[in-house]
């Protein structure tokens, strides 16, 4: 029997920590306010999004949205109705049943709470449930502190893609590759299900 596709809609996902919301022009000015800001932590990335990046890096993601290949959201803190950063659904291949959890950002208050398990949480829970059975999560080599957020979720180490990418500042970076699998999913949700009980 031919397994059921993936489909992933483009819609608000909410729980009790953070809504994400799909990019849109009504949100423009809140997520520009939460990007710009941080400056070297943006020097490491493939691409930026503060100051005078941030309108084409802005155009970029609603052209990728219109193509069916991302849906990016601003993730939106619940506790205080502030967008606080973004992450996006991307690299979706249907064809596959894949994407990529990637072009996360948050402001340097919005670390290390439950921020950004809450949202990881939805959106490998939307990818699941649309069909996919491969979610891939990956960073720059160099950043172990990503790595280890990444870790924590519960996905699986699969190495390091040598100069896979090259940053916006032109350095040829190595990206370490995490994936959570179908068969993985209720390990990791488990596992985000108790971080979240303990901020509730």
């Given at each position: 029997?031919?397994?059921?596709?993936?489909?992933?809609?483009?819609?608000?996902?909410?729980?009790?920590?953070?809504?994400?919301?799909?990019?849109?022009?009504?949100?423009?000015?809140?997520?520009q306010a939460a990007?710009?800001?941080?400056?070297?932590?943006?020097?490491?990335?493939?691409?930026?999004?503060?100051?005078?990046?941030?309108?084409?890096?802005?155009?970029?993601?609603?052209?990728?949205?219109?193509?069916?290949?991302?849906?990016?959201?601003?993730?939106?803190?619940?506790?205080?109705?502030?967008?606080?950063?973004?992450?996006?659904?991307?690299?979706?291949?249907?064809?596959?049943?894949?994407?990529?959890?990637?072009?996360?950002?948050?402001?340097?208050?919005?670390?290390?709470?439950?921020?950004?398990?809450?949202?990881?949480?939805?959106?490998?829970?939307?990818?699941?449930?649309?069909?996919a059975i491969r979610?891939?999560?990956?960073?720059?080599?160099?950043?172990?502190?990503?790595?280890?957020?990444?870790?924590?979720?519960?996905?699986?180490?699969?190495?390091?893609?040598?100069?896979?990418?090259?940053?916006?500042?032109?350095?040829?970076?190595?990206?370490?590759?995490?994936?959570?699998?179908?068969?993985?999913?209720?390990?990791?949700?488990?596992?985000?299900?108790?971080?979240?009980?303990?901020?509730?």
């Amino acid at each position: 029997m031919k397994p059921a596709p993936m489909n992933l809609a483009v819609e608000p996902l909410t729980n009790r920590f953070v809504r994400l919301e799909p990019f849109a022009d009504g949100l423009m000015a809140e997520v520009q306010a939460a990007l710009d800001c941080d400056q070297a932590s943006w020097d490491i990335m493939v691409g930026a999004a503060y100051g005078e990046n941030f309108a084409g890096w802005w155009r970029s993601a609603l052209t990728a949205m219109e193509n069916g290949t991302r849906i990016a959201y601003a993730v939106r803190r619940l506790s205080d109705g502030v967008v606080v950063g973004t992450s996006s659904l991307y690299e979706i291949r249907p064809e596959h049943r894949r994407c990529e959890i990637g072009s996360t950002f948050y402001r340097p208050e919005a670390r290390g709470g439950a921020v950004n398990p809450a949202a990881k949480r939805l959106l490998l829970a939307h990818a699941f449930d649309g069909g996919a059975i491969r979610v891939e999560i990956i960073t720059d080599a160099i950043n172990p502190g990503s790595q280890a957020a990444i870790r924590k979720l519960g996905a699986r180490d699969e190495g390091i893609l040598r100069k896979h990418k090259i940053t916006w500042k032109g350095r040829i970076r190595d990206t370490a590759q995490f994936a959570v699998l179908d068969e993985d999913w209720p390990m990791v949700r488990d596992r985000l299900d108790a971080r979240l009980a303990a901020f509730a």
